[in-house]
C-alpha cells in the first residue's frame, strides 16, 4: 500500500510554485510546501492543490484586510458572498493538505495502526517494557 501511494504522487523532483502567481501567493505556496516538507505526503500531483490554497489564503488576507479598512464592506451582499465562498475553498484546501488539526489527527491513527500490525499479548508489551 504504501508504495503504491508514492507512485500515485507523481514524479520526483522539487515541488515549484506555478509562474502565474502572485509574489504573495508563491510567498504562501512556499511558505506551505515548507512545512508539509518534513511529512513526506507531498508529490508532484499535489502542486494543483497547493496553489489553489495559496490563491484562496492570499485572497481572504486581502479581503481581510479590506473589512478592516472600511467596516461598511461587511454589509455588503457581494462581498459578504465572495468571502463565504474563499472560506468555504480554504476549508477544502486545509482539509486536502491536511492542514487542520482534525485531518493530521486522522492521519496520525492511520500510521500509527499501520505500524500496529502485529497483535501483541499482554505479556509482549510487559516484556517490550523490562527491554527498554
Do not use: W
Request: net charge negative.
Amino acid at each position: 500500500r504504501k508504495l503504491i501511494e508514492e507512485v500515485l504522487k507523481g514524479g520526483g523532483g522539487d515541488i515549484v510554485a506555478p509562474e502565474h502567481l502572485t509574489d504573495d501567493q508563491r510567498g504562501i505556496f512556499d511558505y506551505i510546501l515548507e512545512q508539509l516538507e518534513e511529512s513526506k505526503l507531498l508529490g508532484q500531483l499535489d502542486t494543483f492543490i497547493l496553489a489553489k490554497a495559496a490563491v484562496t489564503i492570499d485572497r481572504l488576507q486581502k479581503m481581510d484586510g479590506m473589512a478592516n479598512k472600511d467596516m461598511d464592506l461587511l454589509f455588503s451582499n457581494g462581498f459578504r458572498l465572495a468571502q463565504s465562498q474563499a472560506t468555504q475553498e480554504f476549508f477544502r484546501c486545509c482539509n486536502e493538505l491536511c492542514l487542520s488539526p482534525q485531518a493530521r489527527a486522522k492521519l496520525s491513527i492511520s500510521a500509527v495502526k499501520a505500524q500496529d500490525t502485529k497483535k501483541q499479548t499482554l505479556m509482549d508489551m510487559l516484556n517490550a517494557e523490562d527491554e527498554d
